[in-house]
């Protein structure tokens, strides 16, 4: 079945950097098409990122457009999110999820990132 | 960008049937997905492309979508189903995941 684990998560300084990885398994990776979406504390789901089988295609939220870099290593099945210029806003559960036409079926259990000094 | 609006929260009695809703200008036009979220959990697709179900969901779990409003309908309502849902499009002018506000279920 479809499994997807997160990891890289961590408490980082204002203005600090974090890179946050997304291992996939269960379904070929180099096919899917695949997001980030976070959740703040106590918040709502905000769709962050997007990027294409190649890595050709990449959307990002205005929120986080010129700070966080999506990316992907077909060959190791994972997806990642290189983030910088990190604000205290930032902090949230950050999910990965795999991408089918324009919704999203399956998610990994996320990784928390608190941004705070 | 495109916003989508869901009440806070909604409330229902076991064996009810429950109606939430996602408004959207125009959202009749666009594919409406719902995702159901339990407490400390990840979000789980509930109902796509307006009122498609994955496999593994109840038949319970229902959608539609028309003119400014989609609904996600619980019908007989159990206390399992108490979580938050969140309506979902793809903003293809912008390019980007749009969720509404999220709306929590309470069983009562």
């Known amino acids: 079945q479809v499994q997807l684990v997160e990891s890289g998560g961590g408490l980082v300084k204002p203005g600090g950097s974090l890179r946050l990885s997304c291992a996939a398994s269960?379904?070929?990776?180099?096919?899917?098409?695949m997001s980030w979406i976070r959740q703040a504390p106590g918040k709502g789901l905000e769709w962050i990122s997007y990027?294409?089988?190649?890595?050709?295609?990449?959307y990002y939220a205005d929120s986080v457009q010129g700070r966080f870099t999506i990316s992907r290593d077909n060959a190791k099945n994972s997806l990642y999110l290189d983030m910088n210029s990190l604000r205290a806003e930032d902090t949230a559960m950050y999910f990965c999820?795999?991408?089918?036409?324009?919704?999203?079926?399956?998610w990994g259990q996320g990784t928390l990132v608190t941004v705070s000094s | 960008s495109y916003v989508l609006t869901q009440p806070p929260s909604v409330s229902v009695a076991p064996g009810q049937t429950a109606r939430i809703t996602c408004g959207g200008s125009?959202?009749?036009?666009?594919?409406v997905h719902w995702y159901q979220q339990k407490p400390g959990q990840a979000p789980v697709l509930v109902v796509y492309?307006?009122?498609d179900r994955p496999s593994g969901i109840p038949e319970r779990f229902s959608g539609s979508n028309s003119g400014n409003t989609a609904t996600l309908t619980i019908s007989r309502v159990e206390a399992g189903d108490e979580a938050d849902f969140y309506c979902q499009v793809w903003d293809s002018r912008s390019d980007q995941g749009v969720f509404g506000g999220g709306t929590k279920l309470t069983v009562l």
């Open positions: 269960g379904f070929t990776f180099s096919d899917s098409y």
């Open positions: 125009n959202i009749g036009s666009e594919s």
């Open positions: 492309d307006d009122s």
């Open positions: 990027i294409s089988t190649r890595g050709i295609t990449i």
């Open positions: 999820a795999r991408v089918l036409g324009d919704y999203f079926p399956d």
